[in-house]
């Protein structure tokens, strides 16, 4: 019963957290036309990227269309920070139960081993990121790009910090345990 309702208030966080980047990211379009720029191919926030400007930006559509491409545009972006966020959140909570787990040292490691998907992941979702993108890139160029690279970046950047600030030192300690233990159990 406990271990069902850790699960759902993980869930609940998580729905919470996911919400909150979501809608702070909507903010953000909404309220900076240098941002929301980056997703129409037109104005300040692609400067030179529209079809006026001799690319191949949304501004050659008819408005209707080139709103629904944008607001499309801005929603792959969005959903791929978020599911991002979302697995850094899982990674954490992964090795924080691994950490606080009750198991001996050995078991441990090879548990670390087993969840260094986990650290994997934020790369796999910047790789679908960029192929996702390719949708976007049929009717613009420039915002396809943006949200390839973007995905791609904060992929490797969360995968770095996975590594560094997870995996690294817990496996360091559980090593340096073990090395202990070694040496106890050797001095009997």
Known sequence: ???????????????????TVFLMISYVYNLSP???????????GAAGTGAAAGGTGTAGLDPEMAMFYSKLSFYIFSSIIVIQFTALFVAFRVFRG???????????????????IFLD?????????TVSSFIVMTFNPQISRLIAYSA?????IFSVVLRVALQFPLRQQLLDLANENKKTSGDK
């Open 34 to 44: 240098f941002f929301r720029g980056l997703f129409e191919g037109t104005g300040i």
């Open 98 to 116: 691994l950490k606080l787990s009750k198991e001996n040292v050995e078991l441990k490691l090879k548990k670390i081993e087993n969840a260094d």
């Open 1 to 19: 019963m406990k271990k069902n309702l850790l699960m759902l208030l993980n869930i609940v966080v998580l729905f919470l957290f996911a919400t």
């Open 152 to 156: 791609t970046l904060i992929g490797i």
């Open 121 to 129: 992941l934020p790369l796999y979702i910047g790789l679908f990121g």
